[in-house]
């Protein structure tokens, strides 16, 4: 195992977009510990990865892609969506778009988004329909949901932690979040 | 469930009753108390928090609850006789041609109904349902029930409606709203929140901080009667504070409002449309005097580069100077300049408006406001920047951070979500097909057969009752369930009679920043007639689809209460057992003092990059490129100056129609709500809805104070008592929303209406491309002669066989 990690390795480069994103099949169904270079990180739920290759009975190798602020890989500039952290250093200069290879645990990868968010979807409409009729969460860009819930979590009296988590499903299945294709 | 009910209230007044007799000790003989008849029942409505006094069945009385509402409104003294009003649907009822299978839905709002029984009510609308679900999907069906605003408790009808039809596949609904249709979809995206419902900066830090105090439209004195929550009223408190604390206050309208007489205002008398052209003259003196705040403007906003040349004429040739906004805004050039040096020398907050959005170009408003304090420089300072909800639900009130509670859910929609924008109704009915914009999207019209209106009346709230009437004789079905005979109610095929919230047990919060109480809404009568729960209908309804399971989960109305406030600071924190809750009515939170320190905007002044706004560039975007980036004709990437359509500037028409129609929010009710109470003689002139006019108008049109007149343009005519006054400027008259609308001759189309609706005067026109919003303050109209008038008759039923 650990010479298998020792080969990990972080590729940076820059690309254009993140709209590679769409192209990955399989998403992380929750928030999990991963292994990067062989350091321990995190990687939330919802992120989109490629599966690269069984790396032994329970664990494979994914790739993601996302911007670097520090030890925290994000979506985009507006840090709209958390993707992954890392313990020690940084995942690259600041803003840059990297490819991140991990390992994580096989069990917590899902083809299916609409089961990753089965319990966030109940709370969204438990929570958001009291007043009035619900806006799927395609119906609104990452940010716009941000703006929207600068007011609304309010309304909605929602605890902090309980808007964090509204906040990231309804990001994460939002126009431009990590299922831009999906209806 | 109706067992458990009347368990409930039986525990519920018994509850009232000993906290009566506890609680009057102290200043009343207790034996009087023991003695009297009369049970004092606590309860909560939009005006405030109440005692229903219940002697042998009958309310005698209603008393505010003064430990809650420290200035209440008269409006609260209506509920009891709206509750035994004539004009409450009795029975269900089915129109007589659709009852004969004929359709006929030309014939609506020209027809008698039939009194029949639950069961075929429910039958018939069940049908209806399937049949356009048969006919066009779900797509065919239109859930018109829009806005909490009928009851401020947890089974608000329209939620109850949205649960029904999620769970049968779902309805067209509606997007954004008429109140905040164009700033709302708009704000996000230049302040990174809608603004227009966000807590404000508190009012201690207005009273200790605030040198000039800007209303903007805003009428607070007015708004903050009602709430969408159980206003306090606490607010009028603090507006004496702001008197004492000697704050200059401008108010910048055509008519001087209450809020205007109140704080001795200086009045800015506004040619009603044209805002903007004041604040963009504003923005160009300040520019060009170098007064305004560079550091700002470059460390806080983004794209002002690209405003810059618009503001100076170099994009159109206009250059937007004081001269030139004297024209458009009759407002001299002078007092634009010592508008724009008296905010920009002295703390000022911009008390910002929905009215005026609520017209044509009303995206610009708001944007325009934001750029203006930018420019001043002030926003995130302590009783400065602007603030759009100051007027709203106690604005400026101190949050005390516990949570109250919510309502029921609507849950999961179904297939069908779509939603159009609010007051594209008669679009949607009468096109079909054709397409309308928002915020960078297009929405296809589907073809609508089915609509279901609960605990709203379309009829007061869309603009062009006219042209509404007509789109709703077009569809197959239309039902309504209200407790009152509203005119919408008056326009459908079946009718079911809706409890009241006075008939039933509902649970309510108090303020939506403050949150300072919980209230129990506690069944006071009996339900009168055979009205049902709104609840209790639906249910019945989804037993005709097999949804009643899931709908009601097995829950009674009781069940949902306690679930609701199980989740309440009250429980989980102050462990107030729910039949504590009860017995006493209320529950209390107090404010933390940290609280009233809170300055809107104060982090992201504090340092912008740490609390970026959630925009495009984390700071007020001036300029926008995702807006440039939907090519609107109307709506570009940065705030301009559009010429309205129909306003004072307009020479054209105002040979035909020389007089701007504003319809602002009304001073005794909440939109449709109250009109059919004895609470509306302290305003209306010999039975119909009040017209503002000045004397000067008043004389060159030949009429005067207290006659009825007939208000009329293209897309209709309305008769209102007019009251001359000089608190309205020239060329302007005022009708405040919300009359029920009396067709003079029902037989006929496009009738005048005798009550004096406002609505049937103006325009679906919508505001832009941008958010399809509604722009009935953009209406030109002109006054004449009544000549032979006929009573009032909104408020009474229609003919009914059998009942």
Redesign the interface.
Known sequence: MKSVLGKLFISLFMVGSLSALAASDIFIFQTAKIKIDNKEGSIFIGTPVKVLKKVDDKNVLVEFSGMAFGDKLYTGKTKSLLMATKKEGSFADEGQVVKVQAVIEKGYLSEVPAEIWEEHEEFFYEMCTQCHGAYKPQSHTMLEWDAILQTMSGFAQLYEDETEYLSRFLKANASNGFYPEQK | MDTSRRDFLRKGVAGSAALTVSGALSSVGAANILESRTVKIPSASHFGAFYAHVRDGKIVDITSQLDSDANPTVIVKGLADRNSSNSRVKYPVVRKSYLEGKGRGDLRGKEEFVRVSWDTALDLAADAIKRAQKKGGNEALY?ASY??WSIPG?F?P??LA??FFNQIGGAV???G?YSNGAAGPTN??IV????????QTAHEQIIANTKVLVLWGADPYKTQRAGYSVPNHRCYDAYEEYKKAGIKVILIDPIYTISGQEFNAEWIKIRPGSDVAMMMAMMHYLYKTGKYDKEFIEKYTHGFDKFLPYLLGKTDGIEKTAKWAEKLTEIPAKTIEYLADTMVSNRTMIAGNWAMQRAEYGEQVDWSIITLASMIGQIGLAGGGFGFSMHYEGGGDA?SGK??V????????GEV?L?IPASRMSDLINKPGQKVTYKGKVITYPKVEFMLSAGGSPIGHQPNTNELIEAMRKLDTVVVMEPWWTPTAKMADIVFPATTTMERDDIASGM??S?DRIYAMKQIVPPRYESKDDYEIFTLLAKRFGTEKKYTRDRTAKDWLEGLYSKSYARREMNITFEEFWDKGSVHYEIPDEARKYVRHSAFRADPVANA????T?KIQIYSEQFASYNYKEFKGHPMWFEPTEWLGNSKLLKKYPLHLVSPHPTYRIHTQMDNTWVQNAHKVQGREPIRVSPNDAKKFGVRDGEIVEVYNDRGSILAGVVVTKTIRDGVVAIEEGAWYSPEDSTKDNTRCNSGQVNLLTSSRPTSQMASATTANSTLVSIRKAGVVSPNVAYNPPKIQGA
């Open positions: 859930n806005g909490g947890a608000k329209n939620v949205g649960r609904g509606t997007a709203e996000p995206a990174g929140d809608m603004e227009v419902y966000s807590i949050a949570r109250t919510g309502g029921i859910s609507q849950g999961k929609g979500s939603a939506s920043y949150n706004l959630k925009t495009e984390g």
